[in-house]
């Protein structure tokens, strides 16, 4: 009974020692290539996913406008994903710049929103005032009168 256990972990271990070593590609995109262009896929496939519609009124193919932006075609990026996914601490961080890139664009546009939204409640209170209502300003008619340039129409008012 022994046996039987032992040599069913000796085969279960051996079976996990075949593991293939991916050969390095001739055309790898660079760790920091690699993080801009995954950040960029990421928001790609967010927009596509958020609207899809827009995209497709624009004429814009995320691949193709991928590939032409960076320079790379799907079996570099391919390849080279498949390289790093083998490499985990290399993919690992690869990835953990790419989050650190969306968090930072994700607080640039919290902040954009924040200063939009007060921009727009600044005009909403000013569109609820009427500043142009002589009678909420409570200013005597002979002074708007005489600022104006006219002459008051009552003889007995004082400066």
């Known amino acids: ?53 827009i995209l497709e009124e624009t004429g814009l193919q995320p691949d193709t406008y991928l590939y032409s932006k960076y320079k790379i075609d799907s079996l570099q990026l391919a390849e080279s994903t498949t390289y790093y996914a083998k490499k985990y601490d290399k993919f690992d961080g690869i990835y953990q710049k790419v989050k650190q890139n969306l968090e930072g664009m994700k607080a640039k546009l919290e902040v954009i929103r924040e200063e939009e939204q007060r921009i727009e409640d600044s005009i909403r209170l000013l569109d609820t005032k009427d500043t142009l209502n002589i009678d909420s300003l409570k200013i005597p008619e002979a002074i708007l009168i005489d600022s104006l340039g006219l002459q008051p129409q009552s003889e007995d008012i004082n400066y």
Not at 8 to 37: G, R, T
């Open 1 to 53: 009974m022994k046996f039987l256990k032992v040599f069913i972990i000796a085969c279960f271990l051996s079976s996990c020692q075949n593991i293939e070593e991916v050969k390095k590609p001739d055309n790898l995109i660079s760790e920091d290539k690699m993080v801009e262009v995954l950040t960029e896929l990421n928001l790609l496939n967010s927009a596509k996913n958020y609207n899809k519609r």
